[in-house]
């Protein structure tokens, strides 16, 4: 399984941008997927996460109502709408797949595969 993400970038505070992550492998297609990311001297945290079916979502406090997770199972691929983005958006974000039954969406030890991030920098 591998995943590969794309669409980070450098934009305006307020602008938007999408996050993709196609996955390779039919194995990943039955995993929990779900957004990560690490900003600079911090530690490693839960964006937003969704179910094998997409029927469950959970999202952090601070990107609620702004960004917004879906995948698309027939092209294997997860996706992160980012809006309204603030500079505290500023980070590496990753995408991970794995099963998380039993366990915390955000606790990334439960995640057996990663990509390897893009960044995504928000000027004020």
């Known amino acids: 399984v591998q995943l590969a993400e794309s669409g980070g970038g450098l934009v305006q505070a307020g602008g938007s941008l999408r996050l993709s992550c196609p996955t390779s492998?039919?194995?990943?297609?039955?995993?929990?997927k779900t957004w990560f990311r690490r900003a600079p001297g911090k530690e490693r945290e839960l964006v937003a996460a969704?179910?094998?079916?997409?029927?469950?979502?959970t999202y952090a406090y601070s990107v609620k109502g702004r960004f917004t997770i879906t995948r698309e199972n027939a092209k294997n691929t997860v996706y992160l709408h980012m809006n309204s983005l603030l500079p505290a958006d500023t980070a590496v974000y990753y995408c991970?797949?794995?099963?998380?039954?039993?366990?915390?969406?955000?606790?990334?030890?439960?995640?057996?595969?990663w990509g390897q991030g893009t960044q995504v920098t928000v000027s004020s």
């Open positions: 991970a797949a794995g099963s998380t039954e039993g366990g915390s969406r955000s606790d990334s030890r439960l995640y057996e595969y």
């Open positions: 492998g039919r194995k990943s297609r039955t995993h929990t």
């Open positions: 969704i179910s094998r079916t997409g029927g469950s979502t």
